[in-house]
């Protein structure tokens, strides 16, 4: 599935611009921390509207500017694991995998859930609230949740930030079975070139705006 | 004259009854329209918002009586809203129960409110971000995850519009005024009795009720939320 994103945001005084296309199954958007790898995730997403330009994905137009389309968040079909997790913290950790089926056209059955909550070696952890749960626990849940509602593209916002180095070299190799076997294509975005590497991501940079 | 401690007479359980009923009837009709305001107040920004913020906080600034008045005017037997109501639904306000329930529904609704507010104030935005890219539409977002999140501040606005719609006085008189097994909840036979020789007695008695109503509601709001937090991360 490609995916086409062509966009320009004006935040503060100097307006980002970020343009790229994505065939591969596993592209990491990379780039130092304020060069707009969260906004054009939360673009992608449909979170944000850009002010100028466009993003499809395969055959559809998600956002188009000039031409006043935007397919609100909810239609668009993209999961994305924020920074921080964001897990229910009224629901189990069984109640967040489960969350985004009942909307999905197109859920994972129960077969291939059970398949993704082995990938993530999270089943010990079901009946646990969020509120319990390490940050790389929480991590692996939202992986799982974004997972489990059958998306067509995946957004993963640097989700090794939050964790300490131990954790993260533990995580990684997650990851990486994660990009090979869950079939979905994966935009992960970090500011660690080694953690794109380590998981064999097709490297985007994203560079600061030339000011003028 | 009945001693402090003797059993409830048959005029007393009227009071009861009808206060119940009325402050029931009260806060539950203008449940649903406290969480939709609330939930306009804390998320929508329009112009005339301020309007819609000033007339709902109004029946806490104004003198009761006032409101009263108001009410009586708008929805007396020869009101705008009042008159057309009984002509076209049958529905009568003035010195009637359902006045009543309508004068403490108006005095207590701001409060509601702002317990309501206060809690989707404190929602977590992103979680309902999350919920959208999970497929939830707007209305799924809400009813599976704001109004979950919002529960202990909507249980609180619930029980505190309760007592405020059992203890309203001044609203209710104005409105309805004080007419016995139609009218005449708590606080307005407490006030009768105290305004009649030898009436102390029954008003004492009067008091403790409220009393107990009141730590009776309070401890039902507390198992509540005990109940549906267990286990939650509810804050």
Not at chain 1, 70 to 76: I, K, T
Not at chain 1, 126 to 146: C, D, M, N, Y
Not at chain 2, 145 to 157: C, K, M, N, Q, R
Request: charged share 15%; proline share 6%; net charge positive.
């Amino acid at each position: 599935m490609k995916l086409d994103v062509d966009i320009t945001i004006r935040r503060g005084a100097s307006p980002i611009t970020v343009r790229f296309t994505l065939e591969e199954t596993v592209a990491g958007l990379y780039g130092p921390s304020g060069v707009g790898k969260t906004t054009t995730l939360q673009v992608i997403a449909g979170l944000l509207s850009p002010d100028a330009g466009h993003v499809r994905l395969g055959n559809r137009t998600l956002t188009e500017v000039a031409t006043k389309v935007f397919v609100p968040a909810h239609r668009r079909r993209i999961g994305y694991v924020f920074q921080e997790g964001r897990l229910f913290p009224h629901f189990s950790v069984a109640g967040n995998l489960n969350y985004g089926r009942r909307f999905s056209p197109t859920p994972l059955d129960d077969s291939q859930r059970d398949a993704v909550i082995d990938l993530l070696g999270i089943g010990h952890l079901l009946k646990r609230w969020p509120l319990t749960l390490s940050g790389g626990e929480k991590q692996r849940v939202a992986i799982g949740r974004a997972l489990i509602a059958g998306p067509q593209l995946l957004l993963l916002d640097e989700p090794l930030a939050s964790l300490d180095e131990g954790r993260k070299d533990e995580m990684l190799p997650f990851f990486r079975r994660l990009c090979q076997d869950s079939g979905v294509p994966i935009v992960y975005v970090s500011h660690d070139r080694r953690e794109l590497d380590a998981i064999g991501a097709a490297v985007v940079p994203l560079a600061p705006a030339a000011h003028m | 004259m009945s001693g402090l401690l003797a059993p409830l007479t048959a005029a007393e359980w009227t009071i009861i009854q009808l206060s119940l009923k009325v402050a029931l009837v009260a806060t539950l009709a203008s449940l649903p329209f406290g969480v939709a305001v609330a939930y306009l107040l804390s998320r929508k920004r329009f112009p005339g918002l301020w309007l819609v913020d000033a007339l709902v906080h109004l029946p806490l600034v104004l003198p009761p009586v006032v409101t009263g008045y108001a009410l009586l005017v708008i929805f007396g037997r020869k009101g705008v809203v009042g008159q057309t109501l009984e002509s076209c639904c049958g529905l009568v306000f003035a010195f009637r129960w359902s006045g009543a329930a309508l004068a403490a529904a108006v005095m207590a609704f701001p409060l509601l409110v702002r317990a309501i507010r206060l809690s989707f104030d404190a929602i977590d935005l992103r979680l309902e971000e999350a919920s959208a890219t999970l497929g939830a539409s707007p209305f799924w977002r809400f009813i599976t995850v704001t109004l979950p999140l919002a529960w202990p501040g909507i249980l609180g606005g619930t029980i505190i519009g309760f007592a405020k719609a059992l203890g309203e006085f001044g609203a209710t008189i104005t409105f309805v005024a004080n007419i016995p097994g139609e009218t005449e909840t708590l606080p307005l036979a407490i006030y009768a009795q105290t305004q009649i020789p030898g009436g102390e007695a029954v008003a004492l008695r009067l008091t403790l009720i409220a009393v107990v109503i009141a730590f009776a509601a309070i401890a039902a709001s507390q198992l509540l939320r005990d109940y549906t937090k267990r286990g939650h991360a509810l804050p």
